[in-house]
């Protein structure tokens, strides 16, 4: 018989009619004859709400306990669902990361999954149990809970759904499938039938954050399929997430995203000589701070001197500001700019790999807007502009139309589908 991995998150068991609702969603799967596992999300806003009780208490709360506080949340519904299911009439048993035995590296709140035992769960499926599992957390060495970083429950059940070697992970969000752009921003973003892993992967890297990046890193990595769909429309199949040689390109952009979480960090007359670049990247990367976008500019001859500027997630400043003076120190600069100003829009598609034209076409249609660039940055299938926040819904809107990604040009593959 096969498994297939459901996971709900916050919006889908916000209360306890969700739940119940949710309860329906996993009863459907199991009386279609798969083995089902199910991972949850914390209620609601529950994890916010942790986060804020932590930092009315302090600024510095220690890693551990943060995993410790919000590792609980999860704990909530994962017993409700149970309940739910049991009262039912469905054999159903509730795990924690440690009972389903997910292994962690020793790091919290950005842990990546090791290993997973799938011992227990298994035994309890054998017994024909409906398995929920805890979202987003595992545990490290001496069974330290840890966490997978915000949006992880993604992660946790594509995790079990290769160990477990499931059919498929469904992904139900509040959300009927993965759109061309954010559908609460963009309201004539088209939903998309399918999507190649590697588009994906970069949508959710520059802010699509639909899926957590990490869980379609994983399935790519296990080609394992995917599919978000709604809790709320059981009957439809949202978008199948899957390789790209199983579809036929025919656009060269498949969406876009804003990402409005970094900062700008701008360090100004660097001597241009060799080994400052890695003075400084050293010492950031030492602090663990990691950097996105790099632009080092043109030296000047008169004064021998470049600026070099680069963006960390706003989460990350306080740590850049914590070490700015040795930042200085190293590389003797004098002048440290910091633009808190700025979105990052996004386009991606696989289809512009080795298709001229697309950069062109997407600075033409922001300079159309009088949208002035700040930072460019670009992938093989994907192209990053920095502008000023204010224009974050007028850039997206105009690429949008620009890309054909809005309207009823709705972005599909030809032929047909794979069953998964
Ligand atoms: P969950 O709590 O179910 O994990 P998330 O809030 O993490 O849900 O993700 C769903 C949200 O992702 C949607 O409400 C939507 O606003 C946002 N989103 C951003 N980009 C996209 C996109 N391209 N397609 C669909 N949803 C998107
Ligand atoms: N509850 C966690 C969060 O809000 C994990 C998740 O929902 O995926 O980030
Ligand atoms: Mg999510």
Not at 54 to 69: C, F, G, Q, V, Y
Request: net charge negative.
């Amino acid at each position: 018989m096969s498994i297939l991995v459901q996971k709900f998150g916050g919006t889908s068991v916000a209360d306890v009619e969700k739940i119940k609702n949710v309860a329906n969603a996993v009863i459907k799967e199991k009386l279609n004859g798969s083995k089902v596992v199910v991972v949850v999300s914390a209620m609601g806003h529950t994890t916010d709400n942790l986060v804020k009780l932590a930092k009315d208490i302090t600024n510095k709360p220690s890693p551990r306990e943060m995993d410790m506080l919000l590792s609980t949340g999860e704990q909530v519904s994962m017993a409700l669902l149970a309940m739910a299911l049991n009262e039912a009439g469905y054999k159903s048993i509730s795990l924690t990361g440690l009972q389903a035995g997910i292994k962690t590296e020793d790091c919290h709140m950005c842990a990546r999954i090791v290993d997973i035992d799938t011992t227990n769960i298994k035994k309890y499926l054998n017994e024909d149990n409906i398995v929920i599992v805890a979202g987003f957390q595992g545990v490290c060495r001496d069974n330290e809970i840890t966490t997978l970083g915000r949006g992880g429950s993604d992660t946790t059940a594509v995790a079990l759904a290769c160990a477990l070697k499931a059919q498929r992970c469904d992904i139900y969000s509040d959300v009927e499938a993965v759109y061309t752009a954010d559908p609460r921003v963009i309201k004539t973003a088209q939903k998309l039938k399918t999507i190649s892993y590697d588009e994906m992967l970069e949508l959710a890297r520059v802010g699509a954050n639909v899926l957590h990046p990490r869980s379609v890193e994983t399935a790519k990595l296990n080609n394992m399929p995917m599919r978000v769909r709604s809790s709320f429309k059981l009957d439809d199949l949202g978008t199948l997430i899957i390789g790209v040689e199983e579809m036929e390109l025919n656009k060269p952009v498949t969406g876009l995203a804003c990402d409005a979480s970094q900062v700008r960090i701008v360090i100004c007359d660097v001597e241009d000589t060799p080994g400052n670049a890695a003075r400084l990247f050293t010492l950031l990367a030492k602090q663990n701070l990691s950097v996105d976008m790099i632009i080092q500019s043109y030296a000047r001859k008169s004064t021998n001197t470049n600026d070099i500027a680069f963006t960390v997630t706003k989460s990350d400043l306080e740590k850049f500001k914590s070490i700015e003076d040795e930042v200085n120190k190293i590389i003797n600069s004098k002048n440290i700019f910091i633009d808190e100003d700025i979105v990052k829009v996004s386009i991606v598609g696989a289809g512009m790999i080795d298709r001229p034209g697309i950069a062109a076409k997407m600075f033409d249609t922001l300079a159309r807007e009088n949208i002035n660039i700040k930072m460019i940055s670009t992938s093989e299938i994907k192209i990053s502009c920095l502008v000023e926040k204010k224009y974050s819904e007028a850039a997206a809107v105009a690429l949008c139309k620009a890309f054909e990604l809005d309207g009823a040009q709705v972005a599909d593959v030809k032929g047909d589908l794979p069953v998964v």
